[in-house]
């Protein structure tokens, strides 16, 4: 065969032509005249935004990704690529720890800042995961505001949330047809077999003409696979759902019998990359691209990774909708912040740094280069003041009996003293040293270093940087023996 025609709109007498001649030289069967003519196609995918519209970037794998910068990624991808479909996978609203009572109202005015940003982003379809099904009822209201298709196909048919998705969705990727199915955990909140209801699926897709079925999966890497190996019947499947210290590769495996395995994407978390699956239907069946010896007998996928690093230029239209909600804190959390949680009786209350400068003065040099010193302005340059996701642990004994709300911060600014030693009001009258916590232990550390926030976090290094002239060590500076 000649070269390739290039799929200009209007062209679809050249390809019904082109069509018709193909098969006319061997190939058998009904003639379908996009089919004949090899079609070729790009999807974009990201993944597991689990509700982050951009990540806190406390730690340095946690500087990548945030909507304004995948919209900037998809922007320029579709400038070159103008008929490329855009797909999310996996958990689209909300984090593992559902809706906590405190964080309601951000997570409410937080759904309208992700519904503004995915329609900005133009976003074709996208899937929903685990996380996002923790609480039905609030899927239920949150579903109806997102003008982007949700794709489910093994949702429940009688859950109200269920109602607001669909079951697969046909999109064309300029001359490719692709069908869409997405796939939750059996079980989910009354999820049904993903297994069966991917394969129903996918069988009547391309009964309708899909080319290519691709699956939005939100099971993990290993449920994935386990589904590929049952013979799924869908082309490509992208693994979302992995946790946030998921591997990030641009690894993808064959898996699943003959015919037709699947081609298993690994994921990516948090929208950190943005993947790029290129398909060219030429030829029987479809392998995986090698530079070194492309397929001629085969079709070939071709799958690629950018990250979405902080250095790119946000989307002005996506930054807008962030920065408003940024704003919008105040006003949301303020109201519904509950006041400071009193004091218990007979139990030591937080006083704050300066109460402890008047008898360890000797520790100032010390606290005052520490990082946690810089606590309360790193969210101050963020904007994140009025974020209670951040404010907690950027802070003093947030919402601990005694401590910090964010209506009451004052005094209380910073990771100070008493977030590693404890309340220290009764020790802080006599100096009694029994009344005071030497030695902070792991877990203390670990309320603020989680894994979601301080990656690397390994207790002795940590807390060995701790230890300085006038804190912990002598004032020559000489390690204890
Ligand atoms: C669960 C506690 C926790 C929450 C919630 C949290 N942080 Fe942090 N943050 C930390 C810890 C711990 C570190 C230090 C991590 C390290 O170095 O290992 C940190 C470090 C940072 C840093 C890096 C500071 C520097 O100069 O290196 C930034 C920026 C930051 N946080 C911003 C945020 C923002 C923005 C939010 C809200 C979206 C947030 N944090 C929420 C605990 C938290
Ligand atoms: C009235 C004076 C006074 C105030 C105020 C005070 N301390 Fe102390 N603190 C002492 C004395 C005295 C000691 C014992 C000598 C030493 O280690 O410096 C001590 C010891 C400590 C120790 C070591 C305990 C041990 O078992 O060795 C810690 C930790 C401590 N203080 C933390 C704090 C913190 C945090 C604050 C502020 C909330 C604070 N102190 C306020 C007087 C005070
Ligand atoms: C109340 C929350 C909180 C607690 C408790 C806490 N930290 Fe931190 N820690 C932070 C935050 C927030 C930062 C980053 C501050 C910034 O730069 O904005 C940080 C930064 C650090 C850093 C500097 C990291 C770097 O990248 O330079 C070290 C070291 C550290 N913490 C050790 C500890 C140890 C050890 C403990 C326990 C004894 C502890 N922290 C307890 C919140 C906490
Ligand atoms: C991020 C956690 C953290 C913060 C914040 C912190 N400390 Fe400590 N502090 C430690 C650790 C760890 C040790 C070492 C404990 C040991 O010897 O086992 C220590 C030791 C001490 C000691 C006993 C050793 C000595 O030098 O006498 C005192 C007193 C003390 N801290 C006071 C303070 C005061 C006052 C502040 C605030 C200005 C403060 N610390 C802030 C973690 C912290």
């Known amino acids: 065969m000649g070269a390739r025609p290039s799929f200009r709109p209007g062209a679809l007498a050249l390809l019904i032509l082109l069509g018709v001649a193909v098969s006319a030289c061997g190939r058998t069967g009904p003639v379908d005249p996009v089919q004949a003519a090899e079609p070729k196609g790009t999807l ?55 809706i906590p009572d405190v964080l309601r109202a951000q997570i409410d005015r937080r759904l309208s800042a992700f519904a503004g940003a995915l329609a900005s982003m133009r976003v074709d379809a996208v899937g929903l995961g685990p996380n996002d099904l923790q609480q039905p009822e609030w899927l239920a209201e949150a579903l109806p505001t997102l003008s982007v298709p949700v794709i489910v196909t093994n949702a429940p048919p009688s859950a109200p949330w269920g109602a ?11 001359p490719l047809k692709v069908g869409i199915i997405g796939l939750v955990p059996g079980g989910a909140a009354g999820a049904t077999d993903p297994l069966e209801a991917a394969q129903a699926e996918s069988q009547a897709l391309r009964a309708k003409g899909a080319h290519v079925v691709i ?33 990030v590769t641009d690894e993808v495996e064959s898996i699943g019998p003959e ?17 790029r699956i290129d398909i060219d239907l030429a030829g029987d069946g479809l392998s995986l691209y090698d530079p070194e010896a492309p397929s001629t007998t085969t079709g070939q996928l071709r799958y690629t990774l950018t990250p979405v ?72 340059n963020d904007k994140k003041t009025f974020d ?20 009451a911060l004052a005094g209380l600014k910073d990771v100070q003293c008493e977030s590693c030693h404890g309340p220290g ?57």
């Open 425 to 481: 009001s009764a020790h802080a009258e006599t100096g009694d040293v029994t009344l005071i916590q030497r030695s902070p232990t792991e877990s203390t550390c670990k309320t603020c270093h989680n894994p979601k926030h301080s990656t690397r976090f390994e207790f002795e290094a940590y807390r060995e940087r701790l230890l300085a002239p006038g804190h912990g060590l002598p004032p020559d500076g000489a390690k204890a023996p």
């Open 215 to 247: 699956a939005l999966s939100s099971l993990g890497l290993r449920a994935a696979k386990r589904l590929a190996r049952g013979g799924l019947g869908v082309d490509v499947m992208v693994a979302a759902g992995q946790g946030l210290d998921a591997v």
């Open 44 to 98: 974009f995918v990201f993944a597991d935004l689990r509700g982050t519209l951009k990540p806190c970037g406390c730690s340095p794998d946690l500087r990548r990704g945030g909507l304004d910068r995948v919209a900037e990624v998809l922007r320029r991808a579709r400038e070159a690529t103008p008929t490329g479909l855009v797909l999310h996978a996996g958990d689209l609203l909300l984090d593992d720890e559902g």
């Open 164 to 174: 607001h998705v669909k079951r697969s969705l046909l999109l064309d990727a300029g």
């Open 309 to 380: 690093n902080w250095d790119l230029p946000r989307d002005a239209a996506v930054a807008s909708i962030m920065d408003r909600f940024d704003a919008d804190l105040e006003a949301v959390n303020l109201k519904a912040a509950g006041d400071p949680i009193p004091p218990v009786a007979g139990q030591p209350t937080y006083v704050g740094v300066d109460k402890c400068y008047e008898c360890h003065e000797a520790t100032r040099a010390w606290y005052e280069k520490d990082q946690h010193f810089l606590a309360w302005e790193t969210i101050e």
């Open 259 to 275: 015919p037709r395995p699947t081609f298993v994407l690994q994921s990516f978390v948090q929208g950190g990359q943005v993947g």
């Open 388 to 407: 209670i996701y951040c404010v907690s642990c950027h802070v003093t004994g947030f919402m601990r009996p005694g401590g910090s709300s964010l209506k």
